[in-house]
């Protein structure tokens, strides 16, 4: 059983910069693909970014390219999303999930197994 803890978000205005850290344990990180989902409130969850396990391949949500960086650090047992140029419509809770096929970067949330408990996003305009 992976446990994902979430940290970084906050209230940030339009144009900052935030970065998202997600903590695992319980399993061997290597064995993951990890990604970050948002949801927005009465909304669905949508993808924002997916790692292979090894960080050989990323996939990014159009909206988001060029302006979000997920990475991970497999001596950490991290993945990180660096968030720049906010805008108002970033505002979600953002969640970060882990897949079972280490080689996916799946924009489907029901390829993943396993799911943090978010953290809150605020853009101000």
């Known amino acids: 059983q992976v446990q994902l803890v979430e940290a970084g978000g906050g209230l940030e205005q339009a144009g900052g910069s935030l970065r998202l850290s997600c903590a695992a344990s319980g399993g061997t990180f290597t064995d993951y693909a990890m990604a970050w989902f948002r949801q927005a409130p009465g909304k669905e969850r949508d993808f924002v970014a997916a790692?292979?396990?090894?960080?050989?391949?990323?996939n990014y949500y159009e909206p988001v390219k060029g302006r979000f960086t997920i990475s991970r650090d497999n001596a950490k047992n991290t993945v990180y999303l660096q968030m720049f140029n906010l805008k108002p419509e970033d505002t979600a809770v953002y969640y970060c999930a882990a897949n079972r096929d280490r080689y996916s970067t799946s924009s489907y949330p029901f390829s993943y197994s396993y799911w943090g408990q978010g953290t809150q996003v605020t853009v101000s305009s």
């Open positions: 790692i292979t396990s090894r960080g050989t391949r990323i």
